[in-house]
């Protein structure tokens, strides 16, 4: 199985401040052959399912806000809120689809500071 | 807009059979290349995916589960189902179905979760 690893496990930012999460892929997660990063990004506020933010590593989903970007290759990826609003409080997952089993981080709680 | 909306027991006792379905809105379940899966979290922890079926190309199942899983599609009720065997205190926790877009894992669509708790 691919292991996912996120740091930090919980972060602080203060509103309108940038905040960065940091994905961690035991293997590769870029396919050779499409040359495209099998790697998505999730927003999970409590009691809610999670909500898809990014996927293939750098591509917005639709009606989310331009403030969350998603970059890296390869093993290492990060997920970049640019200005903290007060709504982005949340767990925050990357999940990998590049193999079955598909795998996710183990979340990152962020926070107002 | 697909809609996802899990039904089922909320208690199953130890030993027993787990059995959810998901009913898919707004949409076919069986139009576009799509993935549908169940996807589970206990408590507190992180994400599980249990497994997915997709009309052109069958199932596929988290190894750690294969043995105890069935998730079957019934294209009729625009319904999946999943079903769990030989269930224990560890398999407690919310079960989600989520929808995979474009033929890949990418879980654009989710329902709101269903808590099964295992107990006697």
């Known amino acids: 199985d691919i292991v996912m690893t996120q740091s930090p496990d919980s972060l602080a930012v203060s509103l309108g401040e940038r905040a960065t999460i940091n994905c961690k892929s035991s293997?590769?997660?870029?396919?050779?052959?499409?040359?495209?990063?099998?790697l998505n990004w999730y927003q999970q506020k409590a009691g809610q399912p999670p909500k898809l933010l990014i996927y293939?590593?750098?591509t917005r989903e639709s009606g989310v806000p331009d403030r969350f970007s998603g970059s890296g290759s390869g093993t290492d990826f990060t997920l970049t809120i640019s200005s903290l609003q007060a709504e982005d409080v949340a767990v925050y997952y990357c999940q990998q689809y590049y193999s079955n089993p598909v795998t996710f981080g183990q979340g990152t709680r962020l926070e107002i500071k | 807009q697909v809609q996802l909306q899990e039904s089922g027991p909320g208690l199953v006792k130890p030993s027993q059979t787990l059995s959810l379905t998901c009913t898919v809105s707004?949409?076919?379940?069986?139009?576009?290349?799509?993935?549908w899966s169940w996807i589970r979290q206990p408590a507190g922890k992180g994400l599980e995916r249990i497994g997915r079926i997709s009309i052109s190309e069958g199932t596929i199942y988290n190894p750690s589960l294969k043995s105890r899983v069935t998730i079957s599609i019934d294209m009729s009720k625009n319904q999946f189902s999943l079903t769990l065997r030989s269930v224990s205190a560890a398999d407690t926790a919310v079960y989600y179905c989520?929808?995979?877009?474009?033929?890949?894992?990418?879980?654009?669509?989710w329902g709101q979760g269903t808590l099964v708790t295992v107990s006697s």
């Open positions: 293939w590593a750098s």
């Open positions: 293997q590769s997660v870029l396919y050779s052959s499409d040359k495209r990063n099998y």
């Open positions: 989520a929808r995979g877009k474009d033929g890949y894992s990418i879980f654009d669509q």
């Open positions: 707004g949409g076919s379940i069986s139009s576009g290349n799509n993935y």
